[in-house]
């Protein structure tokens, strides 16, 4: 699957990869990512919902707008099929003067815990670098984070987490349970070798990462492939 999104995306001249693209190619190279359906309609959004199970997320699936939640393109926590539908004509409406709309991507709303960032670039001098650092918005706001780069050793896993000054919110920080260190080190360590097998990705971006006691999950991502002469 993911060679064949990989090659649809090139044969339409793409570079950026759509949310559900980007997260059915990680999830076959073993990132833990939460489900996520593509919807194109108020209809086709509250039958997905239901299966996934509620409460949900919608988020705006458009190439050209990447900051969703600064345009009004998410909306989470609907708890039934008449909010979703709702919310879809919502984003529609919020987003569609912006740029052509894939649809809205649907996913169940994801556990509570410390929001992070990892991501992956390719650094013209020196090849793939990772990152992680605190997510979300903090992530523009702070500047928090470790790089390191690929491939990486299980070491410089481990060491890349406890280098961000956010570190004390993953350990538990005024009574909130600490994060599973291990399964971020997991995801940091998945990140390299897709950059090693995948010398085609110029760009990686999984923000935010939610990081509980019991695992950590991407819950957005956005792949970018590097331009040849096929691609606009």
Known sequence: MSEALLDQARAEGRTVLNEVESKQILAAAGLPTIPTELATSPSHAAALAAALGFPVALKVVASAISHKSDHGGVVLNLPDAAAVRAAYDEIRAATSHLAALEGVSVQPMAAPGVELVVGLARDPQFGPVVMVGLG?????????????????????????????????????????????????????LAVSRFAVANPDIAELDLNPIIAGPEGACAVDARIVLIENEHSQ
């Open 136 to 188: 979300g918005v903090l992530v523009e706001v702070l500047e928090d984070v470790a790089l390191r780069l690929v491939p990486l050793t299980p070491s410089d896993a481990a060491a890349m987490i406890h280098e961000i000054k956010g570190f004390p919110l993953l350990q538990g920080y005024r009574g909130a349970p600490p994060a599973d260190l291990a399964a971020i080190e997991a995801i940091l």
